[in-house]
């Protein structure tokens, strides 16, 4: 991705992640996590990560889906590092 995707404090989006890269996202946060996997992929393709990323405070964060890992965690180093290198 060449540019950026900027985002405003308190903006929030739903994320897809797999090989190092954001494949999926959107900004429809009336979605649950599940729904926004059924309309992309239909199911989550083994080995991608699926979460939510904010902007809080200047800094964007990524974290887990609680309903796809049992847990809602920050997004371990290599889904943060596609995160950053993706939204702004």
Excluded: C
């Excluded at 950026?4 to 900004?27: C, S, Y």
């Excluded at 239909?42 to 904010?54: I, K, M, N, R, T």
């Amino acid at each position: 991705m060449s540019e950026k995707i900027k985002m405003r404090d308190g903006d929030t989006m739903l994320i897809m992640v797999k090989d190092g890269e954001v494949v999926h996202f959107t900004p429809n946060m009336s979605l649950t996590h599940s729904e926004f996997v059924k309309r992309i992929t239909g199911q989550l393709p083994e080995g991608a990560w699926v979460g939510s990323v904010s902007k809080l405070d200047g800094e964007v964060v990524a974290i887990s889906s609680k309903h796809f890992f049992g847990y809602q965690l920050p997004a371990p180093p290599e889904v943060a590092e596609a995160v950053r290198r993706t939204f702004e």
